[in-house]
């Protein structure tokens, strides 16, 4: 009775948000930017206010009474929210390329989620949130066979799920140690002075491991993932860390295309370094168990390196001993035109462990056989994701699939980047190193001030864009992204820019 109850509520939630919303006050774009294809979404932003509007600032001062909210943008109506369009409190309609910085994979109230929401067949799974480690649902495995590891990087057959970034990171930095550990511990067991000094945080048995990262990362903001990032002092500042090599991310010039020589050089630069990094925290007493790295640094600005780069990543961390761990939480899930970022590297044996999260809808990383820790509750945690995100995922897979998505994100990526270059010919004033792979495209404005207002007023004229870096827009649309939107993005991207002093 409850549950029919229930389905019936959901099923009316669903038409209503089927009901496709009148395109009402569209501006005019621009002719090359027409409407190819018959979708669910709406036509075009549609602005009434500046953002934040008034309705936006009243919420802000209700919520600023109860929490922090220095950093909120706007409020927003998910109800109303379409697709690449997000709607906010004043009903301000905005062509999304920034997605929830960078976690929606199929934009907002797609079909199928709804559809997957109102079937009753996952009601349970959606109302029960399992401790996943002692007792999951009877159908988990074949839930993580079609979801996950249907989308398992090569090499890779276990997965662990995890709740967010950081914690997926955070897991998978355990495991590296645990691993590295057990590899020199062989068959023996923990001595007693290991077992007892790890209950007073020292050595042996809090043994003085390191994980490499580097310059300019960010792998999230828990106390091991922050000992990893390096991208902003807010992040940082007053918190104890751990004494860990970072290395030299390499500061390459673009297009990369015409700049090959000089960035074959930086990466070797910044090769040697690493390899310096290791002999030093080895002879310090602090070998490194790990190394940690993102495909393009996107926090840190939207930084590039070459396939080859990451080979020889690859080789310094298997001569040294340590695993090599690929952090996909951003640049995962189909945005860069391939499922992985990694895949664009060309090799079949990529890393030791990839974690994930963000459009990916639930946490966790996939790991080599061998990163397997050798007991329970070693890696655990009370809910070790949520199921009802892999059913999700399963969806979201589906229709990436069903609508060749990795495809379109090639197409639109291109447009965009073509169009980033334009305008970067046209305002060298303004806007230099467009940069991209698949939609996951970046450009520098000309110092901190005008990208962070050159933000403001896209915003106010109907594109959300975000930040990254000290002076970089990142672009980080959602996979439904077509070519009509890049043009619809970069024709009011282009007013911006024109009206800009
Ligand atoms: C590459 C990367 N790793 C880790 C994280 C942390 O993820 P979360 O914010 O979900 O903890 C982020 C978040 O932006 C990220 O971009």
């Known amino acids: 009775m409850a549950s029919s109850l229930l389905s019936r509520q959901l099923a009316v939630c669903l038409q209503h948000n089927l009901r496709m919303g009148a395109p009402a006050g569209c501006r005019y774009v621009s002719k090359t930017a027409t409407k190819t294809m018959v979708e669910f979404e709406y036509d075009a932003p549609s602005m009434k206010t500046e953002v934040p509007g008034p309705r936006s600032k009243e919420l802000a001062k209700q919520l600023g009474e109860i929490q922090n909210v220095g950093a909120v943008h706007f ?3 998910y109800e109303e929210s ?3 369009y997000l709607v906010d409190a004043d009903g301000n309609r905005m062509l999304d390329l920034y997605t929830q910085i960078s976690s929606i994979p199929i934009g907002y109230n797609h079909p199928s989620l709804m559809k997957a929401m109102a079937n009753p067949n996952n009601l349970s799974t959606f109302v029960n949130r399992p401790a ?6 009877e159908n988990f495995p074949d839930k993580l066979i079609e979801s996950l590891l249907s989308v398992a990087p090569t090499g890779m057959t ?3 799920t995890m709740s967010c970034g950081s914690c997926s990171n955070e897991n998978a930095f355990k495991a590296m140690f645990i691993w590295y550990k057990l590899k020199e511990r062989g068959m023996r067991l923990p001595s007693e002075e290991e077992s007892t000094s790890c209950m007073i945080n020292q050595s042996p048995g809090s043994p003085n491991l390191s994980i490499l990262s580097f310059m300019g990362a960010f792998h999230g903001r828990t106390m091991g993932c922050l000992a990893t990032t390096h991208s902003k002092v807010i992040h940082k500042l007053d918190v104890p860390s751990f004494d860990w090599p970072v290395a030299p991310f390499p500061r390459l010039r673009y297009p990369l295309e015409e700049f090959a020589r ?6 070797d630069r910044c090769l040697e370094e690493v390899e310096d990094l290791i002999v030093k925290w080895r002879q310090k007493g602090k070998p490194v168990a790990g190394i940690v790295i993102e495909p393009i640094q996107a926090e840190g600005g939207d930084n590039h390196a070459s396939p080859d ?3 020889k990543l690859r080789s310094i961390a298997r001569k040294h001993g340590c695993a090599f761990h690929v952090d996909e939480v951003q640049t995962g899930c189909g945005t860069t035109g391939k499922f992985w970022a990694h ?3 060309g090799s079949d044996d990529p890393a030791d462990v990839v974690s994930f999260s963000k459009k990916m809808l639930t946490g966790g990383y996939f790991y080599r056989d061998e990163l397997q820790a050798d007991k329970p509750y070693r890696i655990f945690n009370t809910w070790m994701g949520e199921p009802s995100k892999n059913v999700f995922l399963s969806e979201v897979l589906n229709v990436i699939r069903r609508e060749k998505l990795l495809e379109e994100v090639t197409r639109s990526g291109k447009a965009l980047l073509q169009g980033l270059y334009e305008l970067q010919s046209q305002h060298p004033h303004l806007l230099s190193r467009a940069r991209g792979q698949g939609t996951f495209c970046a450009i520098d404005l000309r110092d901190e001030n005008t990208r962070n207002d050159v933000i403001q007023r896209t915003r106010n004229k109907g594109v959300l864009l975000g930040g990254c870096g000290d002076r970089t827009i990142r672009f980080r649309p959602a996979l439904v992204f077509k070519e009509y939107h890049a043009h619809q993005f970069l024709n009011i991207f ?3 820019l024109r009206d800009y002093k």
């Open 262 to 267: 000089e960035n074959a050089q930086e990466e």
């Open 343 to 345: 895949e664009h590297w």
């Open 82 to 84: 379409r697709g690449n």
């Open 309 to 311: 780069f990451f080979l």
């Open 132 to 137: 996943l480690g002692i007792l999951p649902p």
């Open 75 to 77: 409020f927003c109506n």
């Open 494 to 496: 282009s007013d911006v």
């Open 158 to 160: 276990r997965v662990q």
